[in-house]
């Protein structure tokens, strides 16, 4: 096109989407309004995996992985595999005490008391502490201040119960410490006795075999009450999304192509009018094209500035999270609006050429 | 002689808008299904999560109420095996979907010619419990509240087999199919049992087996219950025993996993049932973040309707200007014409909205067995609703339009320009 065509055309354009602004604004709001929709809904699909994964984190370990002679080490090495969420080990010991055999167990205390377990009293907090399980309360007649005297594998020790911990499972009967005073305890220099591994949903096998190559002779078993119920929740949920997604896609796509392409189909009379002025159907065609394209985009930036900040009140208000933003959104929502004004308008574009200028002059 | 005229005129114009009038039906209907499915997901969705969450395992454990003196000798309680069936008779029967007993024991092992001491614990596998009071049954066992049990081999289903965790088997030197001497019994081993809990290191077999072999007819050392239950929240925190009357039937009548374990301690005679926190604390969690983001969907799909209704909208007053114009000219007054043109709107709407409803039937069931292989309840109650909607949006998108083109001069219009 020669240059002074151009800039006609482009004056064109935009006297005539500000001339029609009631039209242009209301099949703008429905580009935005659709976009907005599928913004949101794709964003918050696609981030539920790892929304709720974060909350299954609560029901703990996936994998366990035991061996005689693990160091603190192999702890660290196990949780820089990739796709492990967590790894944390912990030092066992068998003690008698009240003259029955008792479990002690040493492992991080804050992690025990975010299991969701219900506790009384305090955490353990000085070397010599320990949280009783809750069936031990009778068993050996403890109450949260006592000291309860241990004896293990010849060495002797008092130790002082701050409170009580209750899960429900046979680590009731349990006495909770740190690792350090596990390991005096039982006599262990260093090292754990075993190390409980948390791996992202639908990864639990190929973490399991990375593990068993990083430490030959090691028993890895997958805590499968955990690794396979998460999997098929994260995947129904994310089913559900996606399938409720796609019917909201469907209604917009709707939505859309009415407002653009009914906007189209009332202008014949312009249509009439371009063509008596000598325009060809091509120049005609590139104009409105080019007005949809304008409208889509300005839709799909509308939108994108809508569904940004729902997407992260959402986000807020269900997970206690912000989304994570990609920068892909916006231009994955400028595309979409092309796209979806882009479609709308094809069909009433073509109805819409189809016709007789004198006709239409006429006003039939 | 006009009000003939008009009225023809009017006929007209609906018979010649027929397209252009189900081109409006199905925009309405589009958007109600859609609004009706996502609202039907939504009522439901918590009922269904919470059903999945069940996979996860047992929420409630019943022991034993052991106290005072009974406790520091460890005098050996049990509860009693035939409470078992009452457990369907509580307030909350409905909400339990899986009941297991255990029978805890030690005994001498012989195999591969080593003798060593294990673990043993007698359950059930599957049984159908009879329901008081009513016809049918419930199913009960180990496969309700431990669905992740894997078996290397088979289940047990005749008298004389076991099931030997792989742990144990590893160290003693068993495989299944072999044949193993259980306090002098022999028993063949029908499967290996992996879960990576504790059940590995032990000899499974059936309850009423175990009983009679320890000469224990009738006793169990647990129950492990699996039941849907209500997130926690601050009121259900609270001690019971601090509430009024009225505050503890209304704890009594939610169905907390607190107050589930609570008429289930009633029950079983001697017992202290809890709920088994990570459990039960997690996936109240669970629910109510899910819960949140159904809201929210719900919410998405009265913004489709909007947009699939705004497609009515738009569609339908286009051409209608020449139409009003000549409704004038012929004498029409304004009132009769918005009548005219809001019955239409009504009409649309009544009709898309019946027919959006009939599809979101469908769109929730789909959804609802693609998902959760079980369709979402349909409820009646949301016919109204989608239709009410229906039809005052459709209402509403006639109404400025008409009013508008109502008020314009007819001549304008006649001629055909704006």
């Known amino acids: 096109m020669r240059r002074r065509g151009r800039r006609a055309f482009l004056r064109f354009l935009a006297r005539s989407l500000a001339v029609r602004k009631g039209r242009t604004a209301l099949a703008w709001a429905s580009v935005s309004l659709a976009v907005g929709l599928l913004a949101v809904m794709t964003q918050i699909t696609l981030g539920i995996r790892e929304k709720l994964g974060a909350e299954l984190r609560a029901y703990g370990a996936n994998i366990i992985v035991a061996r005689e002679n693990l160091s603190d080490g192999s702890v660290a090495a196990i949780r820089a595999i990739p796709d492990v969420e967590e790894a944390d080990g912990q030092v066992y010991a068998r003690l008698r005490a009240g003259g029955r055999g008792v479990e002690a167990v040493g492992l991080d205390l804050q992690l025990l008391a975010a299991g969701g377990a219900l506790i009384e009293g305090r955490l353990p907090a000085a070397p010599g502490e320990v949280l009783a399980g809750s069936r031990l309360r009778e068993a050996l007649d403890l109450t949260a201040g006592r000291v309860v005297a241990v004896e293990c594998g010849g060495r002797r020790a008092r130790l002082l119960v701050t409170g009580f911990i209750e899960r429900g499972g046979e680590e009731d009967r349990a006495l909770f410490l740190s690792p350090a005073n596990a390991r005096s305890l039982a006599g262990r220099p260093a090292g754990v006795s075993a190390v409980l591994v948390r791996a992202r949903p639908g990864e639990v096998e190929a973490v399991g075999a990375r593990i068993r190559a990083i430490l030959p002779g090691a028993s890895v078993k997958t805590l499968r009450q955990v690794a396979g119920a998460e999997e098929n929740l994260l995947r129904k949920i994310r089913l559900l999304l996606l399938l409720a997604t796609a019917a909201v896609l469907l209604v917009s796509a709707l939505g859309v192509a009415s407002s653009v392409g009914a906007s189209l189909l009332e202008r014949r009379v312009e249509v009439g009018l371009m063509m008596a002025m000598g325009a060809t159907r091509r120049e005609i065609a590139r104009f409105f094209r080019a007005e949809a394209a304008l409208v889509g985009l300005a839709g799909g930036l509308g939108g994108f500035l809508i569904a940004g900040p729902v997407a992260d009140a959402i986000s807020r208000a269900a997970f206690e999270t912000d989304l994570a933003s990609s920068p892909l959104v916006l231009p994955a929502s400028l595309a979409a609006g092309l796209a979806l004004s882009t479609f709308a308008s094809l069909l009433p574009l073509q109805k819409g050429l189809a016709v007789d200028p004198a006709a239409v002059l006429r006003g039939e | ?418």
């Open chain 2, 1 to 418: 002689m006009n009000r003939i005229v008009l009225l023809r005129v009017m006929r007209k114009s609906f018979l010649n808008r027929k397209r252009a009038a189900v081109l409006r039906v199905i925009s309405v209907a589009a958007g109600t299904a859609v609004a009706a499915s996502l609202l039907a997901i939504s009522l439901d969705i918590s009922g269904k999560v919470s059903a999945e969450l069940r996979a996860f395992g047992a929420n409630i454990v019943i022991d034993p109420k052991v106290e005072g003196l009974a406790g520091v000798i460890e005098e050996k309680r049990t509860l009693r095996e035939e409470d078992l069936a009452k457990a369907k008779t509580i307030f909350w029967r409905h909400n339990i979907r899986g009941l297991t007993p255990f029978l805890f024991a030690r005994g001498d092992v012989a195999a591969a010619g080593a003798r060593s001491r294990v673990d043993i614990v007698g359950t059930w596998y599957e049984k159908y419990l009879p329901l008081p009071g009513e016809a049918g049954t419930f199913r009960a066992g180990v496969k309700t509240v431990a669905p992740w049990w894997t078996i290397e081999g088979a289940w047990p289903d005749t008298g004389g087999e076991v099931l030997v965790g792989v742990s144990l088997a590893e160290k003693i030197g068993m495989s299944r199919g072999e044949t193993l001497l259980l306090d002098g019994r022999v028993f063949r081993v029908a499967g290996l049992l992996a879960t990576g809990g504790a059940e590995d290191d032990r000899i499974v077999m059936d309850l009423t087996e175990l009983q009679e072999i320890r000469g224990q007819a009738g006793e169990i050392s647990k129950v492990l219950v699996s039941a849907l239950a209500t997130p926690m929240d601050d009121f259900a925190a609270r001690d019971p025993e601090t509430m009024s009357p009225a505050e503890k039937e209304k704890w009594y009548c939610t169905a907390y996993v607190t107050s589930i374990a609570r008429q289930l301690e009633g029950v079983f005679e001697g017992s202290s049932a809890r709920p088994i926190w990570p459990i039960a604390a997690t996936e109240g969690r669970l629910l109510e973040r899910l819960q949140l983001l159904i809201y929210f969907l719900a919410l998405a799909a009265l913004a489709a309707s909007v947009l699939g209704v705004s497609a009515a909208w738009v569609t339908s007053l286009l051409h209608r200007a020449g139409e009003i114009a000549l409704m004038k000219a012929v004498g029409g007054a304004r009132s009769e014409i918005m009548a005219f043109f809001l019955a239409e709107g009504l009409a649309v709407g009544l009709a898309g909205g019946l027919l959006g409803f009939a599809a979101s039937l469908f769109i929730s069931s789909y959804i609802g067995l693609q998902v959760f292989e079980s369709g979402f309840a349909q409820r009646a109650a949301l016919l109204p609703v989608a239709v009410g909607c229906a039809v005052l949006v459709s209402l509403a998108g006639t109404f400025l339009p008409v009013l508008r083109a109502v008020r314009a001069r007819p001549a304008g219009a006649l001629r055909g320009g704006a």
